[in-house]
C-alpha cells in the first residue's frame, strides 16, 4: 500500500466543514494535538515525521488542509495507532482522553511572544481581511449549492429506476455479512475540497485497486440516496466502511469505499465528472447535463468567485504568518519533532 491522500475538512456552503473526529479511530493509542498560530511550522512539522515514518515503511494517512491544499492538518499511522493533528482554528480539537490517549502540544511556547505584541495590530487587522475573504467565499458556495438545488427540483421527476444494479451491489454485500450483534460505523472524511489551488480531489488514487460503480446523473436524480441505502446496508453487514462527502454540501454522501470487498461505489458531479475513470456506470436520470444553461454558467461563475475569495484568505493569511516566522523558535520546533520521532516509533514496540 502507499500513503493515502484525504481531508478532513472542506469550504462548503455552510463554510468550514469539519470531519477532524474521524482522523483515526478510538483503539488508537496515542493521539498529538497541535495548538499555535499561523507560520509556526505545524505542518512542517507533520511533514518532516510523515517522511521519517514512511523510510521506517509505514503506510500512513495524510490528510492535506481545504485553506492550502499543500500543507497538512494531520498525519495518522493506523500501524502504530497515532496520528498528529493541527487542532487550532477553524478546526479546533480539545483532549478526548486526556493524558491517557490524547496528548496537547503547544509550538506557541517557543514564540516570542513580544515581537507579537509589536505587530498587534497588523495580526489583527490581517485576520479580519482573512475572514472577511473567508465568509465571502462561503456566500458564493451557499450560493452555487442555491443553483444546484434549483436543478435538483427540476430533475426530480427524471429519476431512472436503477434498483435491479443497486441490488447487486447489496447482494454482495450480504453475502459478506459479519457474525457480529452490532453495527460498524462507518467513517466519515473528505476525498476532495474546494481549495484556493480549485476543487482538488483524490479519489481516484483512493480507489485504485477497487473494482469501480460510478453513479452518473444530474443533480436531483438520487446519486446520494442510494449510496446511503449501500452505506447503510454495509454498516448492518459489520463491513468497514469510508463514506466520503460532497463538498459544496457536506450533508450528502459523494462516495463509498469497502476496503473489505475492494469495491467503491462513486458519483459523477458537476465538480468532479469522473470521466476517465474506468468502472461500471449506473445511469440514476433520464438526463446527463444541466436542464437550465443559464443556472449552470451562474453556478460554474459563483464556484469560481468563492475559490478565487478563497484565494484572498490565503494571500492574507501569509502574511499574517510572516509575523510569527519571524517570532519562532524554530530550533526548538526541531527538537520537539525529534522528540516525537522517537516517541512515535515506540510504539512498535508496545504491546
Same mark, same amino acid.
Request: aromatic share 8%; with cysteine.
Given at each position: 500500500?502507499?500513503?493515502?491522500?484525504?481531508?478532513?475538512?472542506?469550504?462548503?456552503?455552510?463554510?468550514?466543514?469539519?470531519?477532524?473526529?474521524?482522523?483515526?479511530?478510538?483503539?488508537?493509542?496515542?493521539?498529538?494535538?497541535?495548538?499555535?498560530?499561523?507560520?509556526?511550522?505545524?505542518?512542517?512539522?507533520?511533514?518532516?515525521?510523515?517522511?521519517?515514518?514512511?523510510?521506517?515503511?509505514?503506510?500512513?494517512?495524510?490528510?492535506?488542509?481545504?485553506?492550502?491544499?499543500?500543507?497538512?492538518?494531520?498525519?495518522?499511522? =493506523?500501524?502504530?495507532?497515532?496520528?498528529?493533528?493541527?487542532?487550532?482554528?477553524?478546526? *479546533?480539537?480539545?483532549? *478526548?482522553?486526556? #493524558?491517557?490517549? @490524547?496528548?496537547?502540544?503547544?509550538?506557541?511556547?517557543?514564540?516570542?511572544?513580544?515581537?507579537?505584541?509589536?505587530?498587534?495590530?497588523?495580526?489583527?487587522?490581517?485576520?479580519?481581511?482573512?475572514?472577511?475573504?473567508?465568509?465571502?467565499?462561503?456566500?458564493?458556495?451557499?450560493?452555487?449549492?442555491?443553483?444546484?438545488?434549483?436543478?435538483?427540483?427540476?430533475?426530480?421527476?427524471?429519476?431512472? @429506476?436503477?434498483?435491479?444494479?443497486?441490488?447487486?451491489?447489496?447482494?454482495?454485500?450480504?453475502?459478506?455479512?459479519?457474525?457480529?450483534?452490532?453495527?460498524?460505523?462507518?467513517?466519515?472524511?473528505?476525498?476532495?475540497?474546494?481549495?484556493?489551488?480549485?476543487?482538488?480531489?483524490?479519489?481516484?488514487?483512493?480507489?485504485?485497486?477497487?473494482?469501480?460503480?460510478?453513479?452518473?446523473?444530474? =443533480? #436531483?436524480?438520487?446519486?446520494?440516496?442510494?449510496?446511503?441505502?449501500?452505506?447503510?446496508?454495509?454498516?448492518?453487514?459489520?463491513?468497514?466502511?469510508?463514506?466520503?462527502?460532497?463538498?459544496?454540501? =457536506?450533508?450528502?454522501?459523494?462516495?463509498?469505499?469497502? =476496503?473489505?470487498?475492494?469495491?467503491?461505489?462513486?458519483?459523477?458531479?458537476?465538480?468532479?465528472?469522473?470521466?476517465?475513470?474506468?468502472?461500471?456506470?449506473?445511469?440514476?436520470?433520464?438526463?446527463?447535463?444541466?436542464?437550465?444553461?443559464?443556472?449552470?454558467?451562474?453556478?460554474?461563475?459563483?464556484?469560481?468567485?468563492?475559490?478565487?475569495?478563497?484565494?484572498?484568505?490565503?494571500?492574507?493569511?501569509?502574511?499574517?504568518?510572516?509575523?510569527?516566522?519571524?517570532?519562532?523558535?524554530?530550533?526548538? *520546533?526541531?527538537?520537539?519533532?525529534?522528540?516525537?520521532?522517537?516517541?512515535?516509533?515506540?510504539?512498535?514496540?508496545?504491546?
Amino acid at each position: 500500500m502507499q500513503t493515502r491522500r484525504l481531508f478532513a475538512g472542506s469550504n462548503s456552503a455552510q463554510g468550514f466543514y469539519s470531519l477532524f473526529q474521524h482522523i483515526i479511530g478510538p483503539e488508537a493509542r496515542r493521539v498529538y494535538l497541535l495548538k499555535g498560530g499561523p507560520g509556526t511550522g505545524k505542518s512542517r512539522l507533520m511533514k518532516t515525521l510523515a517522511e521519517k515514518l514512511q523510510r521506517e515503511g509505514y503506510v500512513l494517512e495524510l490528510f492535506f488542509c481545504s485553506s492550502d491544499s499543500k500543507s497538512l492538518d494531520a498525519v495518522a499511522c =493506523p500501524e502504530l495507532g497515532v496520528a498528529v493533528i493541527d487542532a487550532t482554528f477553524p478546526h *479546533v480539537q480539545d483532549p *478526548v482522553f486526556p #493524558g491517557c490517549r @490524547d496528548e496537547l502540544i503547544s509550538v506557541g511556547d517557543f514564540w516570542d511572544a513580544q515581537k507579537l505584541e509589536e505587530k498587534r495590530e497588523e495580526i489583527i487587522t490581517g485576520g479580519e481581511v482573512k475572514a472577511a475573504h473567508f465568509a465571502a467565499a462561503f456566500r458564493y458556495f451557499a450560493a452555487a449549492h442555491a443553483l444546484e438545488e434549483n436543478e435538483a427540483a427540476r430533475n426530480s421527476s427524471t429519476k431512472r @429506476d436503477c434498483s435491479a444494479e443497486i441490488k447487486e451491489i447489496l447482494e454482495e454485500i450480504h453475502q459478506a455479512r459479519k457474525d457480529t450483534a452490532l453495527p460498524k460505523p462507518a467513517r466519515h472524511l473528505f476525498a476532495s475540497a474546494l481549495t484556493p489551488e480549485g476543487y482538488v480531489s483524490e479519489i481516484e488514487f483512493l480507489s485504485q485497486g477497487f473494482r469501480v460503480y460510478i453513479l452518473e446523473g444530474a =443533480p #436531483g436524480t438520487g446519486q446520494s440516496q442510494w449510496l446511503e441505502v449501500i452505506l447503510r446496508h454495509a454498516e448492518l453487514a459489520g463491513l468497514q466502511a469510508e463514506a466520503f462527502h460532497y463538498p459544496l454540501n =457536506p450533508e450528502k454522501l459523494m462516495h463509498l469505499l469497502l =476496503p473489505e470487498l475492494q469495491l467503491a461505489v462513486l458519483s459523477s458531479r458537476e465538480l468532479e465528472p469522473l470521466k476517465g475513470l474506468e468502472g461500471r456506470r449506473i445511469f440514476c436520470g433520464s438526463g446527463a447535463g444541466w436542464s437550465n444553461s443559464r443556472d449552470h454558467e451562474l453556478f460554474t461563475e459563483l464556484i469560481g468567485l468563492g475559490i478565487s475569495e478563497l484565494q484572498g484568505a490565503q494571500k492574507a493569511h501569509v502574511k499574517i504568518e510572516q509575523y510569527y516566522t519571524e517570532a519562532m523558535d524554530f530550533r526548538a *520546533v526541531d527538537a520537539l519533532r525529534q522528540g516525537l520521532e522517537a516517541e512515535l516509533l515506540s510504539y512498535k514496540n508496545r504491546s
